[in-house]
């Protein structure tokens, strides 16, 4: 049943990708211009899914387990290290160049777009890298 | 600052679906949406690799059932020079798995539990972000 839950999510994910326009790296860049010409649209995709999952998630916290699965996994990193940070940093400088973080942009393979498609293959050697280093 | 473009609904209406989707995930399989980590253990990974594979075919099968659905094409734009696509993707893949997390991870499911570590890994990659877009439209 978690696998069936699992293309579900995924779907659903991209969806809210497509309609919120995320996908658009040009739409990415015209909410990080803001000092230029400002769309400030994608700030709310993130509060349309916080206002959903914050309160939900601290509902079902406690809950003995999940529904399909033995077990809840959340990360229990606490620590604030270098790693965050500088990571964080190339992360933003990637994001700013070219507008697509990694939902959107495995969501845009869809679109059989060649830039789209050389970026998630460099991002896929990006991963790569940061596990073998 | 000018304002532009500015569409609030529809980023509305795609944030509840993606908040849908992190919350079904954490309360059916029990685990924190965060996409780059999805993608990178289906890489990387033996653990829940069919989950994870079937997570990133439901996300690229997305635009075709919003197309089906809805009858509009998609439309996106991207401008950069080859160079910076393999630049930004590397930076991309290997910033978000060196601070394990990316908007998803990190900005709602990291966030949503309220975890410190999070907040500020979302609040240092939209600067950055920020500061590079004002860098490029100057230079």
Known sequence: ?133 | MNIINFTPLSALTGGLLIGLSVILFFILNGRMVGISGIASDFLISKDNRIDNLLFLIGLILGPSIYTFFSGQEIEISISNSLFLLIGGGVLVGFGTRLSSGCTSGHGISGISRFSLRSIIATMTFMIVGILTVLITNIL
């Open chain 1, 1 to 133: 049943m978690n696998k069936i839950v699992s293309l579900f999510c995924g779907i659903i994910f991209g969806i809210g990708l497509v309609i919120s326009e995320m996908i658009n790296p040009a739409k990415v860049l015209g909410f990080l211009n803001l000092f230029g010409e400002w769309d400030p649209s994608l700030a709310f995709v993130m509060i349309g899914a916080l206002v959903v999952s914050t309160p939900l998630f601290h509902l079902f916290k406690n809950k003995e387990k999940p529904i399909f699965s033995s077990s809840f996994s959340i990360s229990n990193k606490k620590e604030i290290d270098k790693k965050l940070i500088i990571g964080s940093i190339l992360f933003g400088a990637g994001w700013g160049l070219v507008g697509l973080c990694p939902g959107p942009a495995i969501t845009s393979i869809a679109l059989l777009n060649m830039s789209s498609v050389t970026f998630v293959i460099a991002m896929f050697v990006g991963f790569y890298i940061a596990k073998l280093s």
